[in-house]
């Protein structure tokens, strides 16, 4: 099994970046297929591609690798395809990380095909494999989201082989997605806490349901996602450093810019750091009276603590 750091290592602006980023990308569809015996049913719908609660987060590499295989820049591949977003992680708080993520329907879906399957998500790759690795592909199952995903639907092998390279390929995204998030934000992984705006939230659950509804109320059990994306997009992705976004994402498009990136992807101690910023110690944000305030705080659930 290849490792991503027998690459060559890119150490000047001289060398050329698309060629590192070409090795890269080939690594990993290689480990994408290895030892895999999952297949997608040919009658299979694309949920997953469609709808618009799953979030599909990406990284830059995801975005350089789409850009490359498009022929096009990547600010413009960006631009229709990609947006920041909140994920929740299967948390069930408030608490929501910033990400780049894919838009919804998918952009890259045609003909319920991939358009991009060579160089697609690296989430995508692991989906649903990984949840069998981590032994939560039957509690995921009976999840009403995924009631009409049919690979939920049949027992999926997993060989002990396959199961060191979703291990492997779970390590790269970890690595993808923190530098990532370090390149667009100069921070690791940002957090926001909405549990002050709760208010703010309902109402605009509300107005939205009441909308839908033709004025008629209609008790607010909980606030759907996409409302509190939308507030987030809305108000507090146009505050620093999420406002910065766009343009580190067009810097891409120069040479300089993607070495710039690909450097920090090798750096091996930013990575050890930004890793060492775990739930104990993880940066979060709340938007207070028009501003963001960040401060590192603990967001484990007090039962996971351990002293």
């Keep these: 099994m290849e490792d991503w750091k027998n690459n060559q290592t890119i150490s000047s602006q001289a060398r050329n970046p698309r060629q590192w980023l070409a090795a890269y990308l080939r690594n990993r569809a290689d480990l994408a297929s290895y030892k895999s015996d999952f297949y997608c049913d040919p009658t299979c719908t694309r949920p997953g591609c469609k709808n618009q609660d799953l979030q599909v987060p990406v990284s830059?590499?995801?975005?350089?690798?789409?850009?490359?295989?498009?022929?096009?820049?990547?600010?413009?591949?960006?631009?229709?395809?990609?947006?920041?977003?909140?994920?929740?992680?299967?948390?069930?708080d408030w608490i929501r990380i910033v990400n780049l993520r894919l838009k919804k329907p998918c952009p890259f879906l045609e003909n319920d095909r991939c358009s991009i399957y060579p160089v697609r998500p690296l989430p995508c790759i692991l989906f649903p494999e990984y949840l069998v690795n981590e032994g939560t592909f039957e509690a995921n199952a009976g999840k009403d989201h995924f009631q009409d995903f049919l690979c939920f639907q049949r027992l999926i092998p997993l060989s002990p082989e396959r199961a060191k390279v979703m291990a492997h390929l779970k390590k790269m995204w970890k690595r993808e997605s923190l530098i990532s998030s370090f390149y667009l934000f100069n921070h690791g992984l940002c957090h926001i806490d909405f549990s002050n705006l709760i208010k703010e939230l309902s109402h605009e659950a509300g107005s939205q349901r009441e909308a839908e509804s033709g004025g008629e109320p209609e008790p607010l059990r909980i606030i759907p996602n996409l409302v509190i994306e939308r507030f987030f997009l809305?108000?507090?992705?146009?505050?620093?450093?999420?406002?910065?976004?766009?343009?580190?994402?067009?810097?891409?498009?120069?040479?300089?810019?993607?070495?710039?990136?690909?450097?920090?992807?090798?750096?091996?101690?930013?990575?050890?750091?930004?890793?060492n910023y775990g739930d104990d110690r993880a940066l979060v944000f709340r938007y207070v009276k028009g501003k963001l305030q960040a401060k590192r705080r603990s967001i484990s659930a007090p039962e996971y603590k351990f002293y």
């Excluded at 992705?237 to 710039?260: H, M, S, Y």
């Design 234 to 275: 809305k108000h507090i992705a146009k505050c620093q450093p999420f406002a910065g976004a766009r343009e580190k994402i067009n810097q891409l498009d120069n040479p300089e810019g993607q070495v710039e990136f690909l450097q920090l992807l090798q750096d091996d101690l930013l990575v050890k750091k930004l890793k």
């Design 60 to 92: 830059i590499i995801d975005l350089l690798g789409a850009a490359m295989y498009r022929d096009q820049s990547v600010s413009a591949t960006s631009a229709g395809n990609y947006s920041l977003g909140l994920l929740s992680n299967e948390r069930e």
